[in-house]
Nanobody, 117 residues
Framework: QVQLVESGGGLVQAGGSLRLSCAAS????????LGWYRQAPGKQREPVVT???????NYADSVKGRFTISRDNAKNTVYLQMNSLRPEDTAVYYC???????????WGQGTQVTVSS
């Protein structure tokens, strides 16, 4: 079992920034998949940025150049730096991890990001 705890969400004005954190209960040094996803009201959950086990990073077109994923392996923590936020970025943001010993994806409880215009 893996526990993931997101934090850092909140209310911000358009053009502002937030940094989300995702603390994992297990090592994130190696994994099969790692990423941030979001779900807006009435919409399906969508990937924001994903990293494959081989290290390939994929950003959604809508966030390229504005969002950056990073990680601190020593702290087992993944970050999502979000700049130039837009009202359409409003959603619950989730982190997800598929450890290298598992075929299952683990999810956090989510953190709300609200961007006002």
């Amino acid at each position: 079992q893996v526990q993931l705890v997101e934090s850092g969400g909140g209310l911000v004005q358009a053009g502002g920034s937030l940094r989300l954190s995702c603390a994992a209960s297990s090592s994130i040094f190696s994994f099969n998949a790692l990423g941030w996803y979001r779900q807006a009201p009435g919409k399906q959950r969508e990937p924001v940025v994903t990293i494959t086990g081989g290290g390939r990073t994929n950003y959604a077109d809508s966030v390229k150049g504005r969002f950056t994923i990073s990680r601190d392996n020593a702290k087992n923590t993944v970050y999502l730096q979000m700049n130039s936020l837009r009202p359409e970025d409003t959603a619950v943001y989730y982190c997800s991890l598929r450890p290298n010993w598992s075929k299952d994806d683990y999810w956090g409880q989510g953190t709300q990001v609200t961007v006002s215009s």
